[in-house]
């Protein structure tokens, strides 16, 4: 880290405002350089003047330079304001490069605030969450993470674990010292509510997922029973072509929903049915295809024509699938029983009249989530990697209190209280390796 590196931290494109960030021991020595007001520089004091490159001037700016190590990366840093727009920031950030500055590696600034101490890895990876949050509460999680909500969670997990394996090194190294170590049963005692922590952070992970992916939501059924219309009735816009003739839609459409904070993808399909149509046919087969990937299944019928083969064959196709038959059409009346539906999550309709699509809203929100998510102070694990951590170290502990209910020998207790540690560890980034660093920081941004 001891050069100093420079990116540009907003959106290239059409904007008011631009802005070049510099972090590194040599940042105000460039800024002075490059700047027309050099002398009138103050810590942290915003200051108008000309980023210039010789006799050219480059653009009209304000300037700041930050001291460390109370900065975001803990080293100085030097932001500049400029114009937005392809071509100013490019200049500037030209500028600097031509100075001394390297261009900064995706991801490099929050890797050198988890370097410098300044966030530890899962405050660090939330960073990235945040920027990508596309709804509220996705947003408010990943702020709560950032906060370090997890990461205390599983320091707090890892202290305590860390003096039941002291007992145990204690015991193994000094066996004639009985006095100062746990006997089995206290150690099983205090394992015990670590494991079940564990495990709760494990079961906030499918929320978690919700919260950070949205639930893919699949719209299916037969042509002409309303899939396109719940579409366009649940996005409030004509999104999707209607019209009375089957099989109108012959290829999925995707459009997002933020759903009281959760976001829903959904995908509207073709019609499933037998067709000699040999594009529709494509659109039938990608349709059944998207079955196995959807979180959740919508599957319409026409109530007023009541069940057939096709229905059931369609409704067969998601049985292991979180799902809601919707009754459709209910305005010209129905002739399906409840009772031929018994068993399955149903929901009558008229999406013509707009029945029932804040009772099916409801029934998504309750599917994936209690009332608990809306007052809620707690975060979830959202982090793929940080549950496969979480999971991995659940084993290893599981290990060890069986291994200790059956008085096996303690030096394979330690092994897997090691185990468990280290994987925890990885979480908050004291046990993760370079390589594993470089390719989290490579998913950020190069500004960020």
């Not at 949050?133 to 950032?146: E, G, R, V």
């Not at 890892?158 to 206290?186: K, W, Y």
């Not at 409030?236 to 459009?255: L, Q, S």
């Not at 999550?345 to 804040?358: Q, Y």
Request: include cysteine.
């Amino acid at each position: 880290m001891a050069n100093t590196i420079c990116a540009i931290s907003t959106m290239v494109g059409r904007a008011g405002l631009g802005i070049v960030r510099m972090s590194g021991e040599d940042s105000l020595e460039i800024l002075k350089n490059v700047f027309s007001n050099a002398e009138n520089i103050e810590n942290r004091k915003l200051t108008y003047g000309h980023i210039i490159d010789g006799d050219r001037l480059v653009d009209e700016v304000l300037a700041v330079f930050m001291q460390g190590p109370k900065t975001y990366t803990c080293e100085d840093v030097v932001e500049i304001y400029c114009h937005g727009g392809l071509v100013a920031v490019r200049e500037v950030l030209n500028t600097l490069l031509k100075n001394g500055a390297s261009l900064a590696e995706p991801g490099e600034f929050t890797k050198r605030a988890f370097l410098n101490g300044r966030l530890d890895l899962a405050q660090a990876e939330a960073v990235l969450d945040l920027i990508d949050s596309n709804t509220q509460m996705a947003y408010d999680n990943s702020l709560k993470q950032l906060e370090g909500s997890l990461s205390a969670e599983v320091k707090a997990i890892h202290r305590d674990l860390m003096a039941v394996m002291a007992s145990t090194i204690t015991e193994i190294d000094f066996p004639e010292d009985e006095n100062d170590t746990l006997t089995d049963s206290e150690k099983i005692e205090k394992l015990q509510p670590l494991l079940a922590r564990i495990g709760s952070l494990i079961k906030s992970g499918k929320r978690g997922k919700v919260l950070r992916e949205g639930i893919k939501t699949l719209i299916i059924g037969r042509p002409n029973v309303g899939k396109s219309s719940l579409l366009n009735a649940l996005l409030k816009e004509n999104r999707a072509i209607v019209t009375d003739i089957p099989g109108t839609t012959r290829d999925t459409i995707e459009e997002s929903l933020d759903l009281d904070g959760i976001a829903l993808s959904l995908i509207d399909t073709a019609g499933i049915r037998e067709t000699e149509d040999q594009v529709e046919q494509i659109g039938v087969t990608k349709a059944r295809d998207q079955i196995a990937e959807a979180d959740l299944v919508l599957i319409l019928v026409d109530g007023s024509s009541g069940l057939n083969e096709e229905d059931w064959d369609i409704i067969n196709s998601a049985k292991d699938k979180e799902k809601i038959i919707i009754i459709n059409k209910i305005d010209l009346g129905s002739k399906i029983s409840m009772e031929d539906l018994k068993g399955h999550r149903v929901l009558e309709t008229s999406i013509k009249e707009n029945k029932g699509l804040e009772e099916l809203q409801d029934l998504i929100k309750d599917l994936f989530f209690d009332e608990k998510i809306y007052s809620s102070s707690e975060s979830y694990v959202s982090n793929i990697r940080h549950l496969d951590h979480l999971n991995k170290a659940y084993g290893y502990l599981e290990s060890a209190i069986a291994d200790l209910d059956q008085g096996v020998f303690l030096d394979l207790v330690e092994v897997d209280l090691n185990l468990c540690m280290e994987e925890l560890g990885k979480i908050t980034g004291s046990t993760t390796s370079e390589d594993i660093l470089d390719k989290i920081f490579a998913e950020f941004c190069i500004g960020k």
